[in-house]
């Protein structure tokens, strides 16, 4: 399957932003979808990932409640919608797909995701 991730930009602090991966290739409902980011200097931190038909999703305890994952699967994409940004967000955002039947622990290391796609440049000003 191929990812592509897009919708980064620069906003100001407080700002919301929305994130889309749109998928191509492979059956979009076969795959969870997570997304990760990883800021200059830093490793690459899980963010949130949803399920193969969008019925359970995990986010990172810090995201939560700022973050929403959702997809559809009828038009191949998953949103990351954040709210109240920081410029503690700011980073590369990244989805990637894995071929599970649900989503549990390993849906928060990078390692076990099989697709990446290319990134979307997140900035928040201060």
């Known amino acids: 399957v191929q990812l592509q991730a897009s919708g980064g930009g620069l906003v100001q602090a407080g700002d919301s932003l929305r994130l889309s991966c749109a998928a191509s290739?492979?059956?979009?409902?076969?795959?969870?979808i997570g997304w990760f980011r990883q800021a200059p200097g830093k490793v690459r931190e899980f963010v949130a990932a949803?399920?193969?038909?969008?019925?359970?999703?995990v986010y990172a305890d810090h995201l939560q409640g700022r973050f929403t994952i959702s997809r559809d699967n009828a038009k191949n994409t998953v949103t990351l919608q954040m709210y109240s940004l920081t410029p503690e967000d700011t980073a590369v955002y990244y989805c990637?797909?894995?071929?599970?039947?649900?989503?549990?622990?390993?849906?928060?290391?990078?390692?076990?995701?099989?697709?990446w796609g290319q990134g979307t440049q997140v900035t928040v000003s201060s």
């Open positions: 990637a797909a894995q071929r599970r039947d649900r989503i549990g622990p390993g849906s928060v290391r990078s390692e076990d995701y099989d697709y």
């Open positions: 290739g492979r059956p979009f409902g076969n795959y969870n």
């Open positions: 949803v399920s193969r038909f969008g019925s359970s999703a």
